[in-house]
């Protein structure tokens, strides 16, 4: 059994130390970390050198083997695809170079799958700040509560998102799914696991630890950039192509309330953008069809948005219900202090 964490970078010098140090000092370790230098123009390959030194200096023990890959600049789904094609492990943790593992995550998941069979444990991750020496949650733990009920393939192409770094996956459903889509830079992850499910993935949901998916200004694209319009276009294209994949798998997407409006909201954002893709938005017209008139889609999004504020200011957060949101825990508290950091207890508003 071999275990190996594969992380896409790129221009992460300022954080990929403290990300690698929560994935070496994990309760289980893993065998190999492999991690894809991305074209970076900054340090980020020698950081990965001096941490994994420093640390074994500091703490004595052997650390797992740790690679660097260098390639020209690609993406994150090429890079993922580069790390994995280079790993050995029967289990496979796709991570993020600026987030951190809670030091159990691992373990944890690999128990999951151990103990269920499953193909990919997911576990509650949460989104937030960090400032100094203090981790600030943006607000309620997601995937808290468990998993959605019912058929996660409707779920995920209408209602629902994953992020692959809160996952532990096995080496043969990754196969299965063909990996990354290198062709596309927004919602390669969601096809990534699209594809899983298509090809029969079980996934358990796997309580008991944490992610804390790191928020930072470096991630933010500006309304009027081509950033923006870059995801705008590649989000429409994600939704193509998973109509075309469910398509070959006899599963009719556009039989779904809730992806026919993401259609419609992709042609709008087509439109806000001034993105003249002719063969895009034909298609997204296709899945989007003519059953239900847009005025039912817009009167939906803004009687949803209500409910979603109103929610938000009753309970504290505004997630989709099938995130499973819930508040941090006490046992999640001090995972976030093995990590080092104090936490922001959104409950009372007060450092803990």
Not at 20 to 36: G, H
Not at 191 to 205: D, E, S
Not at 238 to 256: K, M, P, S, Y
Not at 338 to 343: P, Q, T, V, Y
Request: aromatic share 8%; with cysteine.
């Amino acid at each position: 059994m071999k275990l190996s964490v594969i992380i896409p970078a790129y221009n992460r010098a300022a954080l990929i130390g403290e990300t690698l140090r929560s994935l070496l000092n994990q309760t289980l370790p893993a065998d190999e970390i492999l991690v894809v230098d991305d074209g970076s123009t900054d340090e980020t390959a020698e950081v990965v050198r001096q941490t994994a030194n420093n640390w074994t200096l500091e703490t004595g023990k052997l650390k797992p083997e740790i690679r660097v890959i260098l390639q020209e600049n690609a993406g994150p789904a090429a890079a993922r695809n580069t790390g994995f094609r280079a790993s050995r492990g029967e289990f496979i943790h796709f991570f993020d170079s600026d987030d951190l593992a809670a030091l159990n995550k691992q373990e944890v998941q690999l128990r999951a799958l151990q103990a269920s069979g499953a193909d990919i444990a997911y576990g509650p991750w949460v989104k937030g700040s960090f400032e100094g020496k203090s981790f600030r949650p943006e607000n309620h733990v997601l995937q808290q509560r468990g998993l959605p009920q019912g058929d996660l393939v409707k779920t995920l192409l209408t209602s629902w998102s994953i992020v692959p770094h809160a996952c532990l996956f096995r080496r043969s459903i990754v196969e299965k799914s063909g990996g990354f889509p290198e062709d596309l830079f927004v919602g390669e992850d969601q096809f990534m696991f699209l594809n899983c499910l298509l090809a029969g993935a079980k996934v358990v949901h796997s309580p008991g630890t944490l992610e804390l998916y790191r928020l930072h200004d470096a991630d933010k694209i500006t309304a009027a950039g081509e950033g923006q319009r870059r995801q705008v276009e590649h989000w429409s294209q994600f939704l193509v192509n998973a109509d075309e994949a469910c398509h070959q798998h006899g599963i009719n997407t556009r039989d779904w309330f809730g992806f026919r409006r993401r259609a419609w909201e992709a042609l709008e954002d087509l439109k806000t953008f001034g993105i003249d893709n002719e063969d895009l938005i034909q298609r997204l017209r296709e899945i989007k069809g003519g059953v239900t008139p847009d005025v039912i889609y817009q009167l939906h999004r803004a009687v949803e948005r209500k409910l979603l504020g109103l929610k938000m200011r009753l309970i504290g957060f505004r997630d989709n219900s099938t995130f499973r949101s819930g508040p941090i825990t006490e046992a999640q508290i001090a995972l976030v202090k093995e990590l080092g950091f104090s936490s922001y207890q959104m409950q009372t508003r007060s450092w803990i």
